[in-house]
């Protein structure tokens, strides 16, 4: 299976030689660069002139000038570490600033103004800064980390499951499943401008997919929130992921080349004018090829585009526009057995791979999906406050269609599904700093339209029915938040206090605001220089998917509007110590509980829809009831460590429960409740531009609910299905075993006066550990493909005759990655 992969690679190692020896005969070694920027005040963007930036590495650095500029030169290329203070302002620390020599660094930084006074400046500032609105579950990741976690391939899903509470799946999916809760339950920002998901061949009605779709080169930090939302931040239950991007090149157009081990892409960036910079990326996969040549039977392309323009209108006004853009196709590679079977001998191997296939084969939908989201920011900034507009659009495009035997005839159709999700969106946010206090309010208002046409066979209660109708809904959702703030007692104080509302047109349910009025509360105080004790509290609300929203029945009612369907609640308290060992390093343990209401709970089946999400396709598209409560609490520990000379690391170790109301009303483990979550990541910078790093993930085996056979086998519920039916009055009865991996990576970088070069060496699954997934039936079939069917029994329906398979995942994927910089 592997032999073509290693082909693949042994070409990729000698063209790799051969572009390196062409480079180094044009340019020459011992380079330097430039860190250049300006220091700003972040509330009024003022210049902040005579500030102090520091380098650690050269233990040297300047002044600002008079308009707040500054300049650093001569350094070497590599990672640095910047320092910057002024009298009257919070020192900032940036670590990891990647410094090339074939273009000057910008870095431009913003200081607050402090309420302490301050005679003598000494920077002391951590990497590790604690925001007033979430001074716990805040975690932040820089674009270094991102691009050399091992295992990681430059994907953020894949790099933030390093982060304690963050658990991933065992396939191939990117399903970020954060404090026990679902995967729908993430709201993801760009530069502050809500985009739907982030990954190629989402899953509609919840999220995921196997590849991300932001390309991490625009990125320049990442900050995750596993609670403690601020208030300007709604519809989420689990997490917020903050993408702040970079800035284009101010001086000269700088291109990236990247050739990864699932796609390739350019990334330009530079000037389109005195006071305009762009940055743009586009990618086109060749994932279809890794997958057909390791035998699977799906074939899926992915390509996406990105860009960001901000121009600077004068010292008071900026607009920032930011989109982001996907067009994925996912096709069945149904001539898979062919070519095993055009062998000579089959193998117990070839065997089971034929049956896996075929399973595969027999229920996966072909799949086309496009998505974009565009949206424009502008800045206005006061004495002692600025303001942001908000504008910005996405829309969604699902289109599946299946066949049964994949046979494309009219009288086979299984299912003919096609969706659009639309919004259009805008927010204001004033935001108010004086006096130690910081006060942000605003408010929000959205316009909604959703398609739904559906065509589907169905088994529903063991009865077999086709569903077909088609829905629109168009409606306007609006919010109002606000958020106080203050630092007190020189700063060993923070509280911060914070409201919200939300409301919608959908039905009189979810029209009355105070019925979602969503309070939050943080608190942190400082045991001593190094240790705080912090805590939140909080309600949140959200929106059941649209596709619950649009669901009808064939006499095209909107069922679930009838159903009395509303927001979904979570109460969420947590409670954490923090302590920093160094500058460089922290240390947190948090306990939390999680507490749910209003979840939909499907008819169909009696389950509650938090139990759904981890695969492709649709979800809830079905009729529920707002009914279902669940729970999930654990305690997570953290050790983390920057890197600011040679090492970095992070420890990070979960214990979580997650747990939802069956139909008897009693508590059952969820999908998503993996008990134990253990990541361990750490690297070491070499001599002379090497670096290497590993990652080792270990998970509690997930729960799972086995089939029905008898059901399943039935000939009538085969033929729609393709798989089997399962047991719900046996929900998650059954738990995989645990799973574990190790990652390493290798990176070495070339620096020249005009190109830098990274080459990488990335092996997932470093030991080809075999991962168990829950079993499989298929039906059993002759030489010829026919399947086979058991004796007729009296009164019974005929049925088919079922081989169970034995499922695992897991495949040693060594990959070489290059990425040129000019």
């Known amino acids: 299976?592997?032999?073509?992969?290693?082909?693949?690679?042994?070409?990729?190692?000698?063209?790799?030689?051969?572009?390196?020896?062409?480079?180094?005969?044009?340019?020459?070694?011992?380079?330097?660069?430039?860190?250049?920027?300006?220091?700003?005040?972040?509330?009024?963007?003022?210049?902040?002139?005579?500030?102090?930036?520091?380098?650690?590495?050269?233990?040297?650095?300047?002044?600002?000038?008079?308009?707040?500029?500054?300049?650093?030169?001569?350094?070497?290329?590599?990672?640095?570490?910047?320092?910057?203070?002024?009298?009257?302002?919070?020192?900032?620390?940036?670590?990891?600033?990647?410094?090339?020599?074939?273009?000057?660094t910008i870095l431009n930084i913003k200081l607050i103004e402090t309420s302490t006074s301050l005679e003598v400046v000494e920077i002391t500032a951590s990497p590790f800064q604690k925001s007033e609105e979430s001074p716990v579950s805040k975690r932040s990741i820089n674009a270094t980390e991102i691009y050399r976690n091992p295992g990681g391939n430059r994907d953020i899903s894949k790099v933030i499951t390093s982060l304690p509470g963050v658990a991933s799946t065992v396939s191939f999916r990117n399903d970020i499943i954060i404090r026990g809760g679902a995967p729908n339950e993430n709201r993801f920002y760009l530069d502050g401008i809500e985009i739907p998901n982030i990954n190629h061949f989402a899953t509609q009605g919840s999220s995921g997919g196997p590849v991300g779709m932001i390309n991490v080169n625009f990125i320049r930090e990442v900050d995750l929130y596993s609670g403690a939302f601020p208030a300007n931040r709604g519809n989420t239950l689990s997490s917020v992921l903050e993408f702040k991007q970079i800035d284009g090149n101010p001086e000269r157009l700088a291109t990236t080349l990247t050739i990864g081990s699932s796609d390739f892409g350019i990334t330009l960036d530079g000037p389109l004018s005195k006071n305009t910079t762009f940055v743009f990326s586009a990618r086109r996969s060749y994932l279809q090829l890794l997958f057909s040549a390791i035998g699977l039977p799906f074939l899926p392309t992915y390509n996406d585009s990105q860009f960001k323009i901000k121009t600077k209108i004068d010292d008071k006004n900026q607009i920032t526009f930011v989109g982001l853009g996907a067009i994925d196709d996912f096709v069945l590679n149904t001539g898979?057995?062919?070519?095993?079977?055009?062998?000579?001998?089959?193998?117990?191997?070839?065997?089971?791979?034929?049956?896996?296939?075929?399973?595969?084969?027999?229920?996966?939908?072909?799949?086309?999906?496009?998505?974009?989201?565009?949206?424009?920011?502008?800045?206005?900034?006061?004495?002692?406050?600025?303001?942001?507009?908000?504008?910005?659009?996405?829309?969604?495009?699902?289109?599946?269609?299946?066949?049964?035997?994949?046979?494309?005839?009219?009288?086979?159709?299984?299912?003919?599904?096609?969706?659009?999700?639309?919004?259009?969106?805008?927010?204001?946010?004033?935001?108010?700093?004086?006096?130690?206090?910081?006060?942000?309010?605003?408010?929000?208002?959205?316009?909604?339209?959703?398609?739904?046409?559906?065509?589907?066979?169905?088994?529903?209660?063991?009865?077999?029915?086709?569903?077909?109708f088609e829905s629109k809904l168009n409606f306007v959702k609006s919010s109002l938040f606000g958020q106080v703030s203050k630092k007190a007692l020189e700063n060993k104080l923070i509280a911060s206090f914070g409201l919200r509302i939300d409301q919608n047109s959908y039905s009189k349910q979810m029209n009355n605001p105070l019925k979602q009025l969503s309070p939050r509360f943080s608190l942190a105080y400082a045991l001593g220089e190094k240790t705080s004790l912090n805590f939140n509290v909080g309600q949140y609300y959200q929106l059941p998917a649209y596709t619950v929203m649009g669901y009808r029945n064939n006499n095209n009612d909107l069922v679930n509007k009838n159903n009395e369907i509303t927001y979904i609640t979570n109460k969420h308290i947590v409670l954490g110590l923090e302590t920093n060992p160094g500058n460089f390093s922290k240390i947190t343990l948090e306990g939390f509980y999680k507490l749910y209401d209003n979840y939909p709970f499907l008819l169909g089946d009696s389950i509650s829809l938090a139990n759904l999400g981890g695969d492709f396709g649709v979800i809830g598209n079905e009729p529920v009831t707002s009914t279902s409560q669940g729970r999930s609490y654990g305690v997570e520990f953290l050790a983390q460590k920057k890197l600011n000379k040679s090492f970095y690391g992070i420890l990070a170790y979960t214990w979580v429960r997650s747990e939802f109301r069956d139909k008897s009303d009693s508590y059952k483990p969820s999908a998503w409740d993996n008990k134990h979550i253990v990541s361990i990541t750490g690297g070491i910078k070499l001599k002379n531009d090497w670096e290497i790093g590993m990652k080792f993930r270990f998970s509690g085996g997930s729960p799972y609910t086995p089939y029905d056979t008898l059901t399943s086998s039935y000939t009538y519920v085969w033929d729609v299905n393709s798989f089997g039916v399962f047991d719900y009055n046996r929900l998650n009865g059954e738990r995989l075993k645990s799973n574990h991996a190790l990652d390493i990576r290798i990176d070495k970088k070339w620096y020249w006066k005009k190109v830098t070069l990274n080459v990488y060496l990335d092996i997932q699954n470093l030991y080809n550990y075999q991962a168990e997934l829950p079993p499989s039936w298929v039906a059993a079939t002759d030489i010829q493909g026919n399947k086979l069917t058991l004796p007729p029994v009296p009164n019974e329906p005929d049925r088919y005759q079922l081989n169970r398979i034995s499922n695992t995942t897991g495949t040693r994927l060594p990959s070489i990655g290059l990425q040129f910089e000019f």
Request: glycine share 6%; with cysteine.
């Open 1 to 104: 299976m592997f032999k073509s992969v290693n082909s693949t690679i042994n070409h990729l190692k000698k063209g790799t030689l051969l572009i390196l020896f062409f480079i180094c005969t044009q340019y020459a070694k011992g380079q330097t660069s430039v860190i250049k920027g300006s220091v700003t005040d972040a509330t009024n963007n003022e210049s902040i002139p005579f500030a102090n930036v520091f380098v650690e590495q050269i233990n040297a650095g300047v002044a600002t000038d008079f308009d707040g500029n500054y300049e650093i030169k001569n350094l070497k290329p590599g990672l640095f570490t910047v320092k910057c203070s002024f009298v009257g302002y919070e020192p900032v620390t940036i670590t990891e600033i990647i410094v090339n020599p074939n273009k000057p």
């Open 336 to 468: 898979i057995n062919k070519n095993i079977l055009a062998k000579e001998t089959l193998t117990l191997q070839d065997s089971l791979d034929i049956k896996n296939n075929n399973y595969i084969l027999g229920y996966l939908p072909v799949t086309t999906q496009w998505n974009y989201a565009v949206g424009a920011n502008w800045t206005h900034f006061k004495d002692n406050s600025f303001q942001n507009f908000i504008f910005s659009r996405n829309h969604l495009n699902n289109r599946s269609v299946k066949y049964r035997n994949n046979i494309e005839e009219s009288e086979n159709l299984i299912q003919d599904y096609e969706s659009e999700e639309i919004e259009n969106k805008f927010r204001f946010e004033n935001t108010i700093r004086q006096n130690g206090w910081k006060i942000n309010f605003g408010t929000g208002l959205e316009q909604v339209t959703f398609k739904n046409s559906t065509y589907q066979r169905i088994i529903y209660q063991n009865i077999e029915d086709t569903l077909s």
